[in-house]
């Protein structure tokens, strides 16, 4: 999730206030389908 932070700031420029954030500090605050549906959503190969 830390690799997932440093994207949405560095290659996405997004906003501090539209970040999504870690869950506990280090889990993804997703379940997995919802993340499929994110990279779906890219056309990110599963």
Known sequence: MRTALEVQK????????????????????????ELRWHLQYFDVPL
């Open 10 to 33: 560095t290659i996405g420029r997004v906003a501090r206030p539209d970040l999504v954030l870690a869950r506990n500090g280090v889990d993804y605050p997703m379940d997995e389908d």
